[in-house]
């Protein structure tokens, strides 16, 4: 399969709902609350069902998992696994890291093709198995940071933070006691991404979904990153804790992730 190839299909696709979602930006957003944290917008929805139509029509026999609920079974053995609009809850509040990623995986269930495109800061992530990692078609590499006391790491808390806060934080410690500093995008397909190009040096959440890092993932990995589970152990989008980072970091990265 020419991986290259079906990205150059699936941007212009992903450029289309981008400005789909740009179009919502000063209007009523038509907010609505899963639960008490998440939420969903007109945008998330209207995003999913141009994409997953478009690729529904481009690659029929290929199996579809979104975020907001469309679900396809095919027979390739190939799946694409779309989140939307990642970043929904920066998107309603106006700030601007919120993305749309798009990532293929094989019968495997690994991530062979990913792309994240944020719209607002006009920024696109790609990258396939084997072909290098890119952003707005530059290569990009990770950083060069060879110890957790000089990175700039990422991280995000889970929808269900309020019934294990005392736990986040006392994890949020271990690391401010060690590393430079940490952000939050809110976003964690921008913030593996952010570590493929170099912007952080390392990335940890956990409670995440396969749409959050299906794109993302084989990002940060063609770019020269490493990305397991919290206890090292082999990455796997179903697989609900995230580590990632430069590579020269991730064993200290790890070792904080296992203190209890």
């Known amino acids: ?98 993305c749309i990623s798009v990532g293929l995986v094989n019968s495997q269930k690994k991530p062979v093709a990913g792309l994240v495109f944020a719209p607002m800061l006009k920024e696109t992530f790609k990258a396939y198995q084997n072909g290098g990692a890119y952003l707005n078609n530059e290569r990009i590499e990770v950083s060069t940071i060879k110890t957790l006391d000089k990175a700039l790491i990422g991280t995000g808390f889970p929808y269900y933070r309020r019934e294990k806060m005392d736990h986040l934080l006392e994890r949020l410690g271990n690391f401010l006691h060690i590393v430079h500093d940490v952000r939050r995008t809110g976003s964690a397909a921008l913030d593996l991404s952010y570590v493929a190009c170099g912007r952080l040096d390392a990335y940890y959440e ?48 790890i070792e904080v992730l296992r203190k209890k």
């Open 1 to 98: 399969m020419d991986y290259n190839q079906i990205l150059a299909q699936l941007e212009p696709v992903i450029m289309e709902a981008g400005s789909m979602i740009m179009s919502y930006q000063n209007t009523d957003k038509k907010i609505e609350y899963k639960d008490k944290i998440d939420l969903v917008t007109e945008a998330d929805r209207q995003s999913e069902i141009f994409i997953c139509n478009a690729l529904n029509n481009m690659f029929p026999q290929d199996s579809i998992l979104a975020e907001e609920g469309y679900k396809k079974e095919g027979s390739s053995g190939y799946a694409w696994v779309i989140d939307p609009l990642d970043g929904t809850t920066s998107f309603a509040h106006g700030f601007p890291f919120f």
């Open 206 to 253: 956990e409670g995440l979904q396969p749409w959050d890092v299906a794109g993302a993932s084989i990002i940060l990995e063609e770019a020269g990153g490493q990305i397991t589970k919290f206890d090292g152990t082999p990455f796997d989008i179903f697989f609900r804790e995230t580590a990632a980072s430069n590579g020269s970091i991730q064993k200290e990265v």
